[in-house]
């Protein structure tokens, strides 16, 4: 046993070594998607594998890193990590993202005895895949890029140049991806060093017992919660607006949520099979995603460790689009940013006043790459955009934040893309008119413009164009996203995911959807309507028809109009 105290401080330990590797990643990447947008899932994790500390970023890769270093332990066996390893693994199956999301980790020995490991995954910028910058149409696993599964960049301590010599010459930008590898191995250093020092300070039996005892309060934490929600079985289907390859047809995404007092059961059977495109899941991101709207319910307030999952059980079908298999394509990861919203719509069916209408439900970003005029070199950058959260029973949604598979993510600062790119930002600011009208209005989505200042690719990836978010109880739909090529103009086109060649002076949008709204909109504070004509998230002329709320010039509600107004 470990009294309490002692388990605290070593928790706390553990929680500074995971900040201090995503600090130390940041600071040593290359790529603007890691250090800007932190584009990272980060781990410490006990000697089976399960994570015990994490570092906010990509929610969904923190879990999905548990489900790498236990497939790359079955594939090589325990005793093949030798202390000073650092192993990459991208295999898509295994790793639980595509190949451009490779995990790098760290086993932790101390007196060569195993004690647990440090991971971090990034976003590299190529590896190899069939198109620059990202892959939208694949037909199979091997049109996406170099694959390692579980090899070795260090063995005990020495570089393996043989993996980084593959990598350089299997990498349109080797410089690049390099870098960001190594910085992945220095940030697992990191976490192995300070893990290392607990160890000595506290003892290695200390350690690994305070592990499984964070891991036990995290399940007992999570059951007691489940306790409290409400019981039953309820099911939603969503759409993915297509697959990359036929544009014309949506994919489904059927998901039955059944709560008892013991789990949760996240079952994803009727979900699209032999889906041809690109947009497949591997069932380890599968897992996380579903894990993610799990630890939204029950324990949102505590950082991520495995035992919150303890009582989470998630069916999938093999072969489907939520449990690719080889050798199905899973380059085009959107259908994970999509469907933790669908979890959230079966369950408003049985406990509305706990969850959100549906967000704007995208990431909705736009990478763009080319050859930058200015000094000649080849640049590829990108970010994602910000979306309107749903209303809930007690609020409005957030306008104009990170969906909720990033919540610990950011986007990319305008001043950063203008000075790599040869783009630049037109305008940036709110989507008006685009947040369901409810009693509680959903949040407005945003709208940035990019001008190419010379020929460019523009690769935007926004798979919720086709589909309105949902909203609850009585609220309206908010507005879709959108991606408008060149407006205005005889060549405007509007589209979703797409792979664009741009000239110079063409113009790139990208318009985010608004969150649902929940409960009758007749029934918001008509103060709260004019607030928000003010304040610009929505227009006079849709407070009259949404609202019934007549809006002055002066932002003042004009009581007896808006009497006739609701009265109709």
Not at 35 to 59: F, K, M, R, T
Not at 127 to 148: A, I, N
Not at 192 to 218: F, P, S, W
Not at 340 to 354: D, H, R, T, Y
Request: charged residues 20%; aromatic residues 6%.
């Amino acid at each position: 046993m470990v009294d309490a105290i002692t388990t605290e401080i070593i928790r706390h330990g553990l929680l500074s070594a995971a900040e201090e590797i995503a600090r130390n990643l940041c600071r040593t990447a290359y790529n603007t998607v890691v250090y800007e947008i932190h584009d990272y899932g980060i781990g410490i994790h006990d000697a089976n594998g399960d994570v015990v500390a994490d570092a906010p970023g990509i929610a969904v890769f923190t879990r999905g890193n548990d489900a790498g270093i236990k497939h790359s332990m079955e594939f090589l066996g325990a005793d093949a990590m030798e202390p000073g390893d650092v192993f990459l693994i991208n295999h898509p199956y295994w790793s639980s993202a595509h190949t451009l999301d490779p995990l790098v980790f760290a086993p932790i020995h101390h007196d060569d005895a195993l004690i647990g490991f440090a991971s971090c995954r990034v976003h590299v910028t190529d590896l190899h895949q069939k198109d620059p910058g990202y892959v939208l149409d694949s037909t199979d696993r091997s049109q996406e890029g170099l694959v390692l599964p579980a090899s070795k960049l260090y063995r005990r301590g020495v570089r393996n140049d043989d993996v980084f010599n593959i990598i350089r010459f299997n990498s349109r930008m080797p410089k690049h991806t390099i870098g960001d590898i190594q910085a992945q191995v220095s940030a697992c250093v990191t976490g192995v060093r300070r893990t290392q020092e607990i160890a000595e300070k506290y003892g290695v039996e200390t350690l690994t017992t305070a592990m499984d005892d964070i891991n036990r309060h995290g399940e007992k934490l999570a059951r007691l919660a489940l306790s409290k929600l409400p019981k039953g079985s309820w099911s939603a289907v969503d759409f993915v607006d297509d697959d990359g390859i036929n544009k014309d047809e949506l994919v489904k995404l059927k998901c039955t949520v059944t709560v008892t007092d013991d789990e949760m059961v996240v079952d994803w059977t009727g979900s699209a099979e032999n889906v041809k495109g690109p947009i497949n899941v591997p069932p380890g991101q599968t897992q996380a995603l579903s894990s993610l709207i799990f630890k939204s319910l029950t324990t949102p307030d505590t950082p991520v460790v495995a035992g919150n999952f303890a009582p989470l059980r998630v069916v999938t079908v093999p072969g489907s689009v939520m449990h690719a298999v080889s050798p199905m394509p899973t380059f085009t990861l959107w259908t994970g940013l999509l469907a933790g919203e669908v979890i959230l719509k079966a369950l408003a069916e049985g406990m509305p006043e706990l969850v959100p209408a549906c967000s704007g439900g995208d990431v909705c970003s736009m990478m763009g790459l080319g050859i930058n005029p200015r000094s000649g070199e080849p640049w590829q950058e990108a970010t994602n955009e910000a979306v309107g959260f749903g209303g809930t029973a007690t609020h409005d949604g957030e306008d104009g934040i990170m969906q909720l598979s990033e919540p610990g993510c950011r986007n990319n600062p305008v001043e950063v893309l203008e000075a790599k790119s040869s783009m630049i930002i037109d305008s940036y600011g709110y989507r008006p008119d685009t947040g369901g009208a409810g009693k509680y209005r959903g949040g407005v989505g945003v709208s940035r413009v990019y001008r190419f200042t010379a020929p460019a690719t523009g690769i935007c990836l926004v798979y919720k164009t086709k589909t309105k978010p949902w909203s609850i109880a009585g609220g309206q739909e908010g507005e879709p996203n959108r991606i408008v090529l060149n407006p205005g103009t005889p060549r405007e086109v509007i589209q979703g995911g797409s792979y664009n060649h741009l000239e110079a002076n063409d113009v790139l949008v990208n318009a985010t959807g608004g969150g649902g709204g929940f409960g009758i909109a007749f029934d918001r504070d008509p103060a709260a309507v004019a607030a928000d004509v003010r304040n610009g998230f929505v227009s006079a002329e849709r407070a009259e028809s949404d609202y019934g709320v007549s809006v002055g010039a002066d932002f003042a509600v004009d009581f007896a109009r808006t009497e006739q107004l609701r009265a109709k």
